[in-house]
């Protein structure tokens, strides 16, 4: 029974001045098992043609090619890729060998696309190897062999998954006489063993060694040996299923050959990484920076207590519409700042104020405070040195107990001093009587108190004096004035309410500490530079994107040979992208690792001078970083493999093998 009947085949070439040009004009032949058939022509007879028609390579034909009477014209995708990888088997003039696979890989690759295990494919592999004769050169690269030698991997890479057809176009075409015997006769002992040799040649010489010579002449065959008469061949069977190549397998393929080109690729991802690092060097700097920020603004104070002041006057419309206010209303507005910033009035709470931020939730408790700016009117004495207070407050929960370093809080007729100011003044000043001249509201005073404690304060050079609530309000009496709170500190059991009550004291229009106003502004700050440096650092990535995308092509256009061979051993153009994409997959993910790498390196130089220099941590590399960094780096390597990928998957096999 014929493996393979041709009827009536006419191929056309379609040229771009749109006529068409018959190539062969209708073929008609059997061909047998176990017979060696060589098929002779002058060059441009038509010969690779009707191979390529036969091989499943092109399927743009009329007539019928029929295998064990299956039409190959109406083979869906899926069944040309299985008669690919299970019915027909390739040899090539030019062997085609993958040259960054080793002889073993090469032999195995259609086992490989079949998604055979590593092992069976192995054994395979070197069984057929050995029986080549290629027993002692298995793991060496295509370009150790000799040309002899690459024609018997080529023939053993045929044989791999028992094909019924070989397709041998011009075998012996690039070797000399005495290899041209050795490998005509491996042929002839394949088709001995019951497969359909067609072999592609011009010589006679290797025409006489077949068993059946048919002759083309301009896309024509003339019969030089009987053919048996065109019976209808039954189709018989159904055509055999073969599984297809996984993801894992592609991946390994991709691997492959990126370690071939080790060094290009290397470069790539090195170069990507560059922007990958710019980019999570400047996110993880920002985060520093900032935490740094609001660390040390927060050390200073209690976490469980919200420190609440009043706007002066117009200040929010101020601030949110100056251009609104003419001249006379902005210096009122100033006055009232500096009033209520001095304590002379303004910036009183209420008892309606008081009403209101009592009942904000999770707030169980609230301090009464008052905190001054002198303007050079307050200042300390002590045996005959002199010393200006800048800032009065009063002590409040706020105060954490860390930042009272010498002594205690101070009670009625005490002080707390900070730490500088007390250095001025003298040695072991803690218990001692000093003397203030004091403004207190808008009236003048004199007043001797012990220093209870000392203050470390938490920004530097501010002049502090800390007395409790009371004392003030006494000072106040003592001067025929009333106090009134101009700070409220709201205390919660749970730290992690401070928040939500910050964010509710702001939307009933009061303010929170200055450090904290100083705090929002700057993280606000920090956050923008942070945002528009990162943006800038992109912008790099934008270049890797196009140097990746450049370099697949290069690769798709240099392998082109390659991918015409996979896809002759059955490769599906989903294999195809698959590897590129893998590759790019590769690309991405080294250059991620390898940018993450970096600025990590740099982070630990950075730090450890900004540790020395500062005594803060300035760039925080968090895992979240890390993964934003490998994740951006892989998606940007993708997003610029899918041109080279698409491109490489819809490459048309024959005219990819005939690529020189
Ligand atoms: P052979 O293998 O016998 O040397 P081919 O089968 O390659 O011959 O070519 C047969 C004829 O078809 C030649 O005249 C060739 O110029 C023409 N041909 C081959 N490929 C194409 C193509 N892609 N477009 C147009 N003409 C082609």
Redesign the pocket.
Known sequence: MAVMELRNVVKK?H?ADGND?T?LKGINAQFEAGEMVAIV??????????MNAIGGLDSDFTGEILYHGHNLAQFSQQELVDYHKKSIGFIFQNFNLIAHLNLVDNVAMAMTLSNVDEKTRVARAEQLLTKVGLGDHMYKKPDQISGGQKQRVAIARALVNDPDVIIADEPTGALDAETTGVILALIKEIATEGKLVLM?THSDRVAAFCDRELR?EN?KLLATTPTSSPATTPAVGRLEKVANMSLAKAIRLAFLNMKAKFGRNFLVALGSSIGIMAVILMLALGKGVTTYVSSTMKSYTNPNITEVHKQAGNQQKAMQNPQQMDRAEIAKQQQANIAAMTGASGGGFTDKDIARLKKIKHVDRYQLGYSAFSMGNNAVTYHGKRASVLMLQTMSDNIAKSTIVKGHAPHRGEVVLDKGTADLLGKDIVGKQVTFDLKVGTKNLTKTMTVAGLYEAQTQSVSTMIVSYDEVAKLYSETGQTLEPNVIYLHTANKDNTKQIKNKVKKLGYTGSMQEQMTEMFTQMLNVITWVLTAIAAISLVVSAIMILVVLNISVVERTKEIGVLKALGARRKDIRRIFAAEAFLIGLFAGILGVAFTYGLSLGINRFAHSAFDITLVMLTPKYVMTGIILSVVISMIAGILPANRASKLDPV?ALRKE
């Open positions: 070439y040229l040009f190539a022509g002058e060059s441009g007879s038509g010969k690779s043609t009707l592609v083309i896309g005219e």
